[in-house]
C-alpha cells in the first residue's frame, strides 16, 4: 500500500517511512497546497486541512502539525509554532520566561491519516519543562529549550532516545495502533 505523505519537509517522509515500512506501507512524498485554518487547536487544523485536501479529490494520505505549548504563556506558541521559531526564536521563548517559575510546557504532534475511505486522526504528546538556558546543539526548532526529564534537552539526547519519548514518535505509535484498529495493516 502506499500512502502520500503531504508536506514541504522531506524529512517528514522518511520518518515515516522507517516507522512504517515493515508493515508493507511505502510513503511517497508530494507537495500540495491547501488552506489552513486559523485556530489554537491542532486537531482543528488537521481535520480541516484534510478535508481542504479530500475536495481536491486526493484520497491516501497522511498529514500532521505540531507545536510547543508552554503552560505559563497560555499554551503559546502552540499553532504558531513554526511562525514563533521563525520569528522570535528560542531566545524569544526564554525572554518570555524569564523569571517565571512554572516552566512546565507540552510538545503535541496530531496527525491525520485518510486511508481506504477511513479518517484517522491522532495526537502524541511529550511533557517536559523550559529549559533556563539553550543548550546541545542537536535536533532542530525548540529542541535547546525542551527538556522532557528535566536534566537534558532534546538536543542533547540521541534521536533514537528523542523517538521514543517525543510527541512525534508517540503520534507514529498511536497511528499504527489505529491503523490495526482498522484493519488496514
Ligand atoms: P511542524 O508542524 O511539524 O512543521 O512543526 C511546527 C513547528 O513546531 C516547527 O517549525 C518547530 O519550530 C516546532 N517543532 C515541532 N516539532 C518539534 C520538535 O520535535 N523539536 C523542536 N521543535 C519542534
Redesign the pocket.
Known sequence: MKLKVITS?PGKVAEYQKELAEYGIDMEHVRLPYDEVQTSDLEEVVNKGMDAIIAQGVRDFII?????FVDALKGFPGVW??YA?KTIGNPGILRLMEGVEDRGAE?R?CIGCDVMGKRIVVTGKCRGVITDSEQGDG?????PV?SHDGERT?AEIPMDEKNSV???GNAVRLLIDALKAEKVI
Do not use: E, I, K
Not at 500532521?64 to 510547543?68: F, P, T
Open positions: 519537509n500532521d502539525d505540531s507545536g510547543l509554532s513554526a521559531q510538545f504532534c535536533g532542530f526548532g525548540f529542541d525542551f532534546f517525543s510527541h512525534r
